[in-house]
């Protein structure tokens, strides 16, 4: 039976790198008593994966990890168990069994979105940022960049990469909203976007000073792009 963990993470565990994260489930999952099934052979490990690594110092709504159980309680006995063993910064918010014909969550993520936004004690220039997201995003047929590679530099097009971006106004300081395309083989992080977007403005883009909230990580089912936290049912 596979199960999909749906979590939250924010607070200091958003200093907590991605493998450190893979260990900490580990033992969460063995202290709560979920009946996880291991892998065969000589070093059998617990049997999950996670659908998008995190950056570090990144917080977020919408961070997944499926599991293999051998037998499970119900969902609500299930978040209880877990979210007794967690650390503050990590909530479990959902816990559900897939379907059969459900692919594993890292081999079909699609996008993600995510919210930037600006620190407290920090500021950025006062500009018209809705009418420079037009000229930026909305009227070109392509954005390109030069990004710097393990071979070298590489031009890409930001334009077919990015599915939305907007700005929204939080206490009278702008929030950078992005969903863009995460996936195996096409993807690119939001910072680089914000980076040419103030590259574009003329502004210096300051990295200390902009916080990155991921909201969701998205699938491919059917030709859809859904939220891999509607895939699967609650157990009863």
């Not at 099934?37 to 990144?58: D, R, T």
């Not at 030069?146 to 300081?173: H, P, S, W």
């Amino acid at each position: 039976m596979r199960i999909r963990i749906k979590f939250r993470k924010y607070g200091v565990m958003k200093f907590i790198g991605h493998l450190d994260m893979m260990r900490y489930f580990q033992k969460c999952i063995r202290r709560a008593g979920i009946d996880i099934a291991y892998s065969e052979g000589f070093s059998p490990h617990q049997i999950m994966s996670f659908a998008a690594p995190l950056g570090v110092g990144a917080t977020s709504d919408g961070e997944y990890l499926d599991i293999e159980v051998l037998s499970t309680k119900s969902s609500g006995q299930s978040l209880q168990a877990l979210n007794e063993t967690m650390a503050e910064g990590v909530e479990v918010v959902s816990y559900r069994r897939l379907k059969g014909s459900d692919k594993k969550a890292m081999s079909i993520v699609a996008a993600a979105d995510y919210e930037l936004y600006v620190k407290e004690g920090y500021e950025v220039p006062d500009v018209d940022y809705e009418a420079a997201v037009k000229e930026f995003y909305e009227k070109p047929d392509e954005i390109l960049i030069t990004k710097q590679t393990k071979n070298g530099e590489k031009a890409m097009d930001l334009k077919k990469l990015i599915y939305e971006f907007k700005v929204l106004r939080k206490e009278g300081k702008p929030v950078f909203y992005l969903k863009v395309c995460t996936g195996s083989t096409d993807n690119v992080k939001p910072q680089i976007v914000l980076e040419a977007f103030f590259r574009f403005l003329g502004a210096e883009y300051n990295p200390p000073a902009i916080q990155i909230h991921r909201k969701d990580v998205y699938g491919m089912e059917q030709g859809k792009i859904v939220s891999l936290g509607e895939m699967g049912e609650d157990i009863g």
